[in-house]
């Protein structure tokens, strides 16, 4: 995780966070892709965000996925679950990785993003 850009430089600068460089003699560090991240200076490797999280703009964290929404490892958004054909997500501790149907007999509620019997 270090680089520098002068030629006959006397040290190498740390990669910040949020960048990293995996090979020795880089003149630059790279950005962490979408839907990876790194929070330590002089990274060599950026790290996916796990399911149920999502990549923040500024690659150095990875944020839960809001209720009503899921996400799949390394994914750079949430992805929002079909209330209309009667899929929730609540996000809990983790964030969601699925969107749970609710079945015959229920229906999705978009605000509780429960579950609910239809009742006659």
């Known amino acids: ?20 460089t995996s090979a020795p003699g880089q003149h630059t560090c ?8 790194t929070n330590n200076a002089a990274s060599v490797v950026c790290a996916a965000c796990p399911g149920g999280k999502s990549g923040n703009a500024d690659l150095q964290r990875c944020d839960l996925c809001p209720n009503g929404k899921y996400s799949n490892p390394a994914s750079a958004t949430c992805t929002d679950c079909a209330h209309t054909a ?9 964030g969601a990785t699925i969107c749970e149907f609710c079945g015959a007999g229920f229906r999705a ?8 019997e239809c009742v006659a």
């Open 30 to 37: 790279t950005e962490c892709a979408l839907g990876t991240y």
């Open 109 to 116: 509620n978009k605000e509780t993003h429960q579950c609910e």
């Open 1 to 20: 995780g270090k680089a520098s850009n002068q030629e006959g430089a006397s040290s190498c600068t740390d990669c910040t966070p949020g960048t990293y």
């Open 86 to 94: 009667g899929y929730v997500s609540l996000a809990g501790d983790n």
